[in-house]
């Protein structure tokens, strides 16, 4: 991955990686990624740091369409970026895919 500046789209993964259910974590520079796909089948991306108390989402346990944040139980739908508990929502990502890359454009 070469960083081109914090307004790019920058090469996170490749689609085989995104699964059909559940999620991958990868790395932007210092941010945390969340990819997974929406109802429609299409990847998604969302910061992988919980609203609530900013641990790593990376590692917690995936239930249907949520993942349960490690440290102190807050859900997400993965594929929305809703919070299910008193949360805010997770920041979302654009992401576009080009063959069989799929690009990010990180948070500024």
Do not use: W, Y
Not at 3 to 17: L, W
């Amino acid at each position: 991955m070469i960083p081109t500046g914090p307004k790019d789209f920058q090469d996170a993964c490749s689609t085989m990686q995104v699964p059909q259910k559940g999620v991958f974590f990868t790395s932007i520079g210092s941010q945390d990624v969340m990819l997974a796909r929406n109802a429609a089948g299409d990847i998604v991306a969302f910061s992988g740091f919980c609203t609530h108390s900013m641990g790593r989402l990376e590692g917690g346990p995936v239930e249907g369409d949520e993942i349960i944040c490690p440290h102190h139980g807050a859900r997400f739908n993965f594929r929305t970026g809703q919070a299910k508990t008193s949360c805010p929502n997770l920041p979302k990502f654009e992401v576009k895919v080009e063959g069989r890359r799929v690009l990010v454009r990180p948070a500024r």
